[in-house]
């Protein structure tokens, strides 16, 4: 069983940044390849960001290649999303995931990828 637990959310003006982390349970933590995703009302779960178990690679959704940087820390159990140059179109819960099976890099971008989800936080951008 693994349980992921995200923070960092909160209200912020266009331009600004955020942190977000999530923090997972698992002693095998560093073998799982974790995401993130953002959905916002009345829209699909969108792929933002994912990083392989090694940490070694990371991918990005178009809309946000450039501006996020996912990260993790194998001692600390966590994943991070490093929000910069946020836009009001940034506006969504995310939500971090785990791929505890090992499907392989190229299903991270899809949400049948990921095996555990975190309950989310909420993000706002003002403009």
């Known amino acids: 069983q693994v349980q992921l637990v995200e923070s960092g959310g909160g209200l912020v003006q266009a331009g600004g940044s955020l942190r977000l982390s999530c923090a997972a349970s698992?002693?095998?933590?560093?073998?799982?390849?974790m995401g993130w995703f953002r959905q916002a009302p009345g829209k699909e779960r969108e792929f933002v960001a994912a990083?392989?178990?090694?940490?070694?690679?990371?991918y990005y959704g178009e809309s946000v290649k450039g501006r996020f940087t996912i990260s993790r820390d194998m001692a600390k159990n966590s994943v991070y999303l490093q929000m910069n140059s946020l836009k009001p179109e940034d506006t969504a819960v995310y939500y971090c995931?785990?791929?505890?099976?090992?499907?392989?890099?190229?299903?991270?971008?899809?949400?049948?990828?990921?095996?555990?989800w975190g309950q989310g936080t909420q993000v706002t951008v003002s403009s």
């Open positions: 995931a785990a791929d505890v099976l090992g499907r392989g890099y190229l299903q991270l971008q899809y949400k049948s990828g990921y095996d555990y």
């Open positions: 698992g002693r095998t933590f560093r073998w799982y390849a």
């Open positions: 990083i392989t178990g090694s940490g070694g690679n990371t």
